[in-house]
């Protein structure tokens, strides 16, 4: 199965946020809030433009089945599910977190932040993942 542009498109969307959000995570380690701020300002705005992409191509196309019926069919859901459920529960999580760090309410917002983080890293990535399962 070839992948759409659009897919395309979602799976390096997908990619830059991972990229974005590893990279606001090392400027926050070196006390860099600056370019933290900036980079996860980023981050979010990527992960933006992904979601309303990824809601207009599926609205488009429907659902995408696995085209395989091996042993990588039980590897794609199990990347899939855990996907697919942290992405739609994340959201407003990422929301308030961003909110907090506007409002420089930053204990809450690092407390948050620490679990967060490392799902929308996930999310990102398996994105990636999938894509590549569904169309390399």
């Known amino acids: ?7 395309t498109l979602n799976a390096f969307l997908n990619a830059l946020s991972a990229g974005l959000l590893l990279a606001g995570r090392l400027r926050i380690a070196r006390y860099d809030t600056r370019g933290h701020k900036r980079i996860m300002i980023t981050a979010l705005t990527v992960s933006a433009v992904f979601l309303v992409s990824y809601l207009i191509y599926h609205a488009q196309v429907g659902s995408v089945p696995y085209p ?31 909110r907090w760090a506007l409002k420089e309410t930053f204990d809450k917002h690092r407390r948050l932040m620490r679990w967060v983080w490392p799902v929308w890293m996930f999310v990102s990535v398996s994105g990636v993942v999938v894509y590549a399962m569904l169309y390399m």
């Not at 199965?1 to 897919?7: D, F, L, S, V, Y």
């Not at 042993?71 to 697919?84: A, C, E, G, M, N």
Request: hydrophobic share 60%; no cysteine.
């Open 1 to 7: 199965m070839a992948p759409t542009g659009h897919a």
């Open 68 to 98: 395989y019926h091996d042993w990588t069919r039980i590897l794609y859901f199990s990347i899939l599910i855990p996907h697919v459920i942290l992405a739609a529960v994340m959201v407003p999580f990422i929301l308030v977190g961003f």
